[in-house]
């Protein structure tokens, strides 16, 4: 722990934790060291994790990445973080992210952009670690941390993972709870570890997992040995290539990557298959309906009342508005007007709803091949490897949601993805294969990551 608080001072330049709490992963692991030392290792003893700042932590500073949650201490835990400390896992601080998990590069946080520690070869540009867990993804990367809280609302772990050559799982909706984790799009939103192997991810996700009356929505399932899990192999499964996946302009490294993951599958006894899911390219358009709907729902909580920055004004509407117009950032804002528009009267049926009726499709899509035999898809993570800072954070903002295209449909259809790592690209940075499976069969992912990774 105290080699790891020391890391995590040094590499400050690339800005991943909010706040670093070394105090109280001192004391934590103080406790590790006695309950080692009497023989009673709980599953994580002694393990320095990094924290994403979308879970609540009791008594420690909780701001999604927005300036509305300045100063904001929650009086509870979240269900995820209680579940690790209860194992005996260390907090070294909170991550960074995109505000409120809004965006694919973490350059919308209040708190500054987080720095990836690759470099393209030959250059110094600074890169975008992903996002919107990029504080996460950065601190596994940079050996800050063994591994780090995330969350996955259209594929916010799964794409900074495969920008930072690190590895991601969101599992199946209802698999992690809820509670306690900031909301982003209720619907859609799961968390999920981000580490450095496939292995490190199912022992993780083995603590964070589990039934939660507290969430409605998390399922009442006994949670399986992940770790056994990872040394199962591939020998008689089959692996479905969706052919829509092949979007244009997807570069021909990502191709001949996927090609290569399809070929390292088949070497190791699986059989391939070729499938079509033929909505996928609904997928993104509905999803920027869906997510900004449901958050515009979930953000009206904060109101300069209940928690955080509160702007005086003389009356309570000016209230309201003094401190959401300070306290949201443009993302945030633009989420905000998509979602209450898509939302509102007459234009309801034309929106939201047939966008929940692409979901549904999508949903089904998944399902005929999983009735046909599949056992696991094969996609690339991503359309492209990380891209600069600045790069396209002015630009059009839909530049940036295409970013989603290859993660949205696991959140749209409430599947497991994981992201592994599989290679560089001409310029030396990470690239990363994802693999959807079946609801709660997250075991065969990571079997079938660990054959890749
Ligand atoms: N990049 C996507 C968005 O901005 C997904 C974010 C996430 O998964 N939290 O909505």
């Known amino acids: 722990t105290q080699a790891h608080v020391d890391a995590v001072e040094k ?33 994580l003893e002694g393990l320095p994790l990094g924290i994403k700042d979308l879970f609540c932590t009791h008594g ?34 909170k991550l960074n992210l995109d505000e409120f998990a809004m965006g694919s590069s973490n350059e ?34 940079a050996h800050l941390c ?45 968390a999920g570890p981000i580490a450095r192997t496939v292995r490190d991810c199912a022992v993780l996700l083995a603590s964070m997992a589990g039934p939660d009356a507290r969430d409605t929505t998390c399922v009442d399932l006994p949670v399986p040995d992940f770790e056994a899990a990872v040394s199962r192999g591939v020998k008689g499964l089959t692996i479905g290539i969706p052919k829509e996946y092949r979007v244009d302009g997807m570069p021909a490294e990502i191709q001949k990557l996927w090609d290569q993951g399809a070929a390292w599958l088949k070497e190791a006894g699986a059989t391939i298959k070729e499938i079509s899911l033929p909505h996928t390219q609904y997928a993104l358009p509905a999803y920027y309906i869906v997510a900004p709907a449901e958050a515009s729902s979930n953000l009206a909580r904060y109101d300069g009342v209940r928690y955080g920055l509160r702007v005086p004004a003389n009356d309570i509407v000016g209230l309201y508005e003094k401190t959401r117009a300070a306290g949201f950032g443009r993302e945030v804002k633009r989420r905000i007007m998509i979602g209450t528009y898509v939302l509102s009267a007459g234009y309801y049926d034309a929106y939201y709803v047939r966008a929940q009726k692409i979901r549904t499709l999508i949903k089904r899509d998944f399902e005929a091949a999983y009735a046909e035999g599949v056992d696991a898809i094969l996609t690339p993570a991503t359309p492209s490897a990380a891209f600069g800072i600045g790069e396209k954070a002015s630009a059009d903002p839909v530049e940036m949601y295409l970013n989603d295209v290859f993660t949205v449909t696991v959140n749209m259809a409430g599947l497991p993805g994981i992201a592994v ?23 065969t992912l990571f079997a079938v990551a660990q054959t890749i990774e």
């Open 11 to 43: 590499a400050r330049a690339l800005n991943a934790f909010i706040l670093e709490t070394p105090e109280r992963a001192l004391a934590q692991a103080e406790v590790s060291d006695r309950k080692i030392a009497a023989g009673e290792a709980r599953p």
């Open 146 to 190: 063994l591994g780090a809280t995330a969350t996955d609302t259209g594929g916010s772990i799964r794409q900074p993972a495969a920008f930072t050559g690190t590895v991601g799982i969101k599992p199946t909706y209802g698999r992690c709870s809820r509670w306690g984790t900031v909301a982003f799009a209720s619907s859609l939103d799961q």
């Open 108 to 141: 919308t946080s209040a708190y500054g952009t987080v720095v990836s520690p690759w470099r393209r070869t030959g250059s110094d540009a600074q890169i975008v670690p992903g996002g919107s867990s990029g504080g996460s993804a950065a601190a596994v990367a």
């Open 421 to 443: 790592p599989a290679g560089l690209d001409s310029q030396g940075l990470p690239l990363g294969l994802q693999l959807i499976g079946r609801p709660f069969d997250e075991e």
């Open 60 to 93: 420690v500073t909780t701001t999604a990445g927005s300036k509305i949650l300045e100063g904001f201490e929650p009086h509870y835990e979240s269900a995820v973080t209680a579940n690790l400390w209860r194992d005996g896992a260390v907090m070294l601080g």
